[in-house]
């Protein structure tokens, strides 16, 4: 595709519940990043992928969180148990050199 | 730590004005800037890129970059009331591999 796309767009879930959501990065693009902006903030940096390279996770708040990427192609990041604190928007970027391009986000709210 | 600073605004312009954003960071030893924009409810779209000291100037934006200093900036000539959006600041530092945001100052253009 021609960007960065995100699943689901939209996510409710209840208090402990498991969810995955899921980031297509550009065709080409070595990197990819998750991010998360709660309302009103500004991004908090989770997690990055770079080519087979082992991934820095050092955004991950905690062991709840953990995210996959297969060679240069598509990322999940999953959250378990999900806690009212994890509502927000996660968002993917994808980069061939420095410059980033992110996805749509996925809006996660947690009841 | 390495720290991208903004104001976080409202900054509001009238209409065909120039606007300003500024921002600095910590760290001396740092390699890309960034000016990211972001519409409420939308993802971050990246409108500048910037590596040398000096000037450099796309349409009615213009970034400067003063290494010496630790700053970066963002000209908006002829301010539309369409620029009204937050403006995210980033940078990534020699060596490492992600950007680090700054929180973003939001932009009024009022008609």
């Known amino acids: 595709g021609a960007g960065v796309s995100q699943s689901p767009s939209n996510k409710v879930t209840e208090k402990g519940k498991d969810v995955e959501l899921r980031c297509d990065p550009i065709?080409?693009?070595?990197?990819l990043y998750w991010y998360r902006q709660r309302l009103g903030q500004g991004l908090e940096f989770l997690i990055y992928f770079q080519g087979n390279s082992a991934p820095d996770k050092s955004g991950l708040p905690s062991d709840r969180f953990s995210a996959e990427r297969t060679g240069e192609s598509v990322s999940t990041l999953t959250i378990q148990r999900t806690q009212q604190e994890d509502s927000a928007v996660y968002l993917c970027?994808?980069?061939?050199?420095?410059?980033?391009?992110f996805g749509p986000g996925t809006r996660l709210t947690v009841l | 730590q390495k720290e991208v600073e903004q104001n976080s605004g409202p900054l509001s312009v009238p209409e065909g004005a120039i606007a300003s954003l500024n921002c600095t960071y910590s760290d001396r030893v740092s390699q890309s800037f960034f000016w990211y924009r972001q519409y409420s409810g939308k993802s971050p779209e990246l409108i500048m890129s910037?590596?040398?000291?000096g000037d450099k100037e796309d349409g009615r934006f213009t970034a400067q970059l003063n290494k010496a200093s630790q700053y970066v900036s963002l000209l908006i000539r002829d301010s539309q009331p369409s620029d009204s959006a937050t403006y995210l600041c980033?940078?990534?530092?020699?060596?490492?591999?992600?950007?680090?945001f700054g929180a973003g100052t939001r932009l009024f253009v009022k008609a």
């Open positions: 910037i590596y040398s000291n």
């Open positions: 065709s080409g693009h070595t990197a």
């Open positions: 970027a994808s980069s061939r050199d420095s410059s980033e391009y």
């Open positions: 980033a940078v990534l530092y020699t060596g490492g591999f992600k950007t680090i």
